[in-house]
Structure formats: C-alpha cells, structure tokens
C-alpha cells in the first residue's frame, strides 16, 4: 500500500525543489501543480498532486517537500524523491509523490 500525503482543499502548497547538478547548470523549471492550484482531497483526507518539470539534462535526482502558508490547515511534508535516474528523461520528470 502506497503511502498517501494528507492535504486540505486550501491548502497553498509550495514545491521546492533539491537538484542534484552542478551549480553552473542551467535552472529547472516546475510545470505542475500550477501556482495557487487546489487539490481536491479524497474521503480518507488525502490528495494525490503531480509534480512535473525540466531539469539540466546532467541531473541525477529530483526531491520536492510541501510548505503550509501561514494560518493553513493540512499536513507539510518533508523531502520526498519526485524522480531519479532513468525517470529523468531527456530532462523531463513527472510524478506523484508517495
């Protein structure tokens, strides 16, 4: 059994994102989830966000981790691996966090 993160509907999330390139490398870009989109969280509390992007295609590891914005209810969580390896194609990644 998948293990599920915990959001409310209101939830701001804020995605972060850990690269493991080297600092001359390009930057990455994060396409999902949108700025100010909302997940709709299932009868056991929790909702499922996909997180997709582009990283340097020398990246090796991409981690994401959810902040609360202040006075928001819902569960943060801490760094979770989004995509590594040969899940990270040609600079591309896309996932849902567990």
Known sequence: MEKQVSHKCSITMVFVMLLAVRNSAPAASLDLPLEWQVSQ???Q???EVKVEGTVPTNATLVEA???LGAGLRGKATDWTVVAQGAQLKDGKFS???T
């Open 65 to 67: 981790k959810a902040d």
């Open 45 to 47: 509390g929790w909702a």
């Open 41 to 43: 969280q299932n009868a």
């Open 95 to 97: 996932s849902i966090p």
